[in-house]
T-cell receptor
């Protein structure tokens, strides 16, 4: 049973526009959420995180929004650039386990020039 | 600091052979994690260490898998009697974690294992 779900396997966006990547989770005990970006043949690269006590966190072009009542988070990239093309993973921790991250299956973002 | 490093980057082995992977975390990080990723999936947790103590193991970590972090620095992951189903990317990550606070994990480039 998947505890972290990314229901869109892929997303295509025009350069300069906003990219919105979505993630849903089922475990209400999760208290920390992260987004990672992954290029082929490389390990995931940390992008941005948010604690469950917040509903928004910004870092440059990246903003993560958390809606705890809906168990939903999203990553906004504005403006999108061709170099943002990669697979984006949502991850969560907490829920009784302090050690590991639970990942979604990822969303492949393509930013077209 | 050069980040998390893993060796080898690629390993091809025949079914039934043993393989060992190494991970060097970011030097000041006290936690080290192992994950496995297969095609079309996100990374799946295998085990983690706080300093030299192995604190959690996933049910994915069968008896053929063993991990060590003898001096609280680098770690090794050994797979005995490899099976074709072990073919995957093995990822190592590290973090500086204090108490029960949450901190981001930084990943290495991974070791791609192919079992023929």
């Amino acid at each position: 049973d998947q505890q972290v779900k990314q229901n869109s396997p892929s997303l295509s966006v025009q350069e300069g526009r906003i990219s919105i990547l979505n993630c849903d989770y089922t475990n209400s005990m999760f208290d920390y959420f992260l987004w990672y970006k992954k290029y082929p043949a490389e390990g995931p690269t940390f992008l941005i995180s948010i604690s469950s006590i917040k509903d928004k966190n910004e870092d440059g072009r990246f903003t993560v929004f958390l809606n705890k009542s809906a168990k939903h988070l999203s990553l906004h990239i504005v403006p999108s650039q061709p170099g943002d093309s990669a697979v984006y993973f949502c991850a969560a921790s907490g829920g009784g386990s302090q050690g590991n991250l639970i990942f979604g299956k990822g969303t492949k973002l393509s930013v077209k020039p | 600091d050069t980040g998390v490093s893993q060796d080898p980057r690629h390993k091809i082995t025949k079914r039934g052979q043993n393989v060992t992977f190494r991970c060097d975390p970011i030097s000041e990080h006290n936690r080290l994690y192992w994950y496995r990723q297969t095609l079309g999936q996100g990374p799946e947790f295998l085990t983690y260490f706080q300093n030299e103590a192995q604190l959690e193991k996933s049910r994915l970590l069968s008896d053929r898998f063993s991990a060590e972090r003898p001096k609280g620095s680098f770690s090794t992951l050994e797979i005995q009697r490899t099976e074709q189903g072990d073919s995957a990317m093995y990822l190592c990550a590290s973090s500086l974690t204090i108490g029960f606070s949450n901190y981001e994990q930084y990943f290495g480039p991974g070791t791609r294992l192919t079992v023929t």
